[in-house]
């Protein structure tokens, strides 16, 4: 095991986690729920608020906007080292929240049971709040690490980020061009598997293809024999899809993973047992589950306007996510699926990434953790669902996730996502503080 380092973090003149959970709390209590659409809050009021709290440090800010309340935060912060800048990324949008279905008030930064609850609590204003907590408290000390970074936080990430981290590829690429690495979400959080905290540093994410299928057929009354009926075409493809046992597929950064998890349960790892040490991970299995093969899942149908009127045509929409080095594979397979008659057409596609496990960062992540829980265990993993990085590592960086996280064993995490009653444990973020402070000394 990599030992913990000796980096004088106890000898602070500083507590990184001093602002955390306030933090935190302020930024759930600013709305900017995304609805995929420009009907929403947006992110401006959090985005000042974030340019604010940099502003109070002393650290020069830049407000970028693609439209009108969509808004980015870029500053520059440390370095005289010479070596290139590390991007530091964190999204300030949330999914929707349905307020009678949770037990609090999903933007009320409560804290109850010795936790911060509300939309974004784990994705992703408990990262956000890290790393401003982090960088208000060594600024004021004066102890700006000796790499510099550059700090981002993006609009639009929970709607494919292209009014956010895609704009700022596009359109302001200058400002990341020195950057080789990159860190930002979802990583560095624990899952306890055989009784050994196991924490998983974000290596590589699977593709996105948000797809529109469409099947045409000839209109009629609906009490007539109809052999062309769009609505029976579209429902055999959509069908088909959703029943499809795509196989087992690893790629590097799960092989390693599940090489690790065997030596815990006492077997080598193999495509042919990978199912069953996933199932080590419990609750985690859900999410590590559709990362060891490509998914496909049917999410919305429309069709008709009146019972008795066949329609001219029907669609539906499939989340789909393949895996890096699978992408002909998995399309290929779904048009074989969906059968003729099927259009095809894409709401947003982006590209799978799979960066090297290895190299300084990622030790530092590693002696970083080890440093504040010595008997753990540090793992890569690969990420289901999509982040801001699929937009930066077009720019040419290493990519990982990491918003450190120490976890109790019976918190179903992976369930928080998107999920009611999001929240995060205090411990966990002011862990998390401690954690990237170290980091923010080794990288």
Not at 71 to 83: F, I, K, M, Q, S
Not at 166 to 179: N, P, R, T
Not at 267 to 288: I, K, Q, S, Y
Request: charged letters at 25%; a negative charge; glycine letters at 10%.
């Amino acid at each position: 095991m990599e030992q913990a380092p000796t980096d004088g973090s106890q000898h602070r003149s500083y507590d990184p986690a001093a602002e955390v959970v306030e933090l935190c709390q302020d930024l759930i209590r600013i709305d900017t729920s995304n609805y995929g659409t420009d009907d929403g809050p947006g992110e401006r009021k959090a985005a000042e608020h974030v340019a604010t709290l940099l502003d109070e440090a002393g650290i020069e800010s830049r407000i970028i906007e693609g439209r009108p309340g969509r808004t980015n935060v870029v500053a520059r912060w440390g370095g005289g080292d010479g070596r290139a800048p590390l991007l530091l990324h964190g999204h300030l949008d949330v999914v929707p929240a349905e307020a009678p279905d949770w037990q609090v008030d999903p933007f009320g930064g409560e804290i109850r049971d010795g936790q911060v609850w509300g939309r974004g609590a784990v994705d992703m204003k408990d990262f956000d709040a890290m790393l401003l907590s982090v960088v208000r408290a060594r600024a004021a000390a004066d102890a700006a690490p000796q790499r510099e970074v550059v700090l981002c936080f993006t609009a639009d990430e929970e709607a494919g980020g292209h009014s956010g981290a895609g704009l700022l590829v596009k359109d302001h690429a200058d400002l990341f061009a020195d950057c080789t690495e990159a860190v930002g979400e979802v990583g560095g959080f624990s899952t306890t598997v055989r009784g050994r905290r196991v924490y998983l540093i974000e290596a590589a994410e699977k593709g996105m293809a948000w797809m529109r299928l469409t099947a045409r057929g000839r209109a009629g009354h609906g009490s007539m024999i109809n052999d062309d009926n769009a609505v029976t075409r579209l429902a055999g493809a959509v069908a088909r899809i959703g029943a499809h046992q795509w196989p087992v597929r690893l790629t590097p950064t799960m092989e390693v993973l599940l090489a690790t998890i065997g030596e815990l349960a006492g077997t080598e790892a193999t495509p042919d047992n990978a199912e069953a040490l996933v199932e080590e991970f419990g609750d985690a299995a859900r999410m590590l589950g559709a990362v060891i093969r490509n998914t496909a899942n049917p999410t919305m149908l429309k069709a008709g306007y009146k019972t008795n009127v066949i329609p001219t045509d029907a669609q539906a929409t499939v989340d789909g996510r393949f895996l890096p080095g699978y992408e002909d594979e998995f399309f290929a397979t779904l048009h074989e699926l969906a059968g003729d008659g099927i259009e095809f057409e894409f709401e947003s596609k982006q590209d799978p990434w799979e960066t090297p496990y290895d190299g300084d960062l990622v030790a530092a992540m590693s002696r970083s953790l080890l440093a504040e829980d010595p008997d753990a265990l540090v793992a890569p993993y690969l990420m289901s669902g999509g982040t801001d990085a699929k937009h930066f590592r077009t720019l040419g960086m290493r990519s990982y996730g990491f918003a450190p996280l120490r976890l109790p064993g019976d918190l179903d995490f992976t369930a928080l996502f998107h999920g009611v009653d999001e929240r995060v444990p205090v411990d966990a973020l002011e862990f998390g503080a401690r954690v990237f402070d170290r980091f923010l000394d080794q990288v």
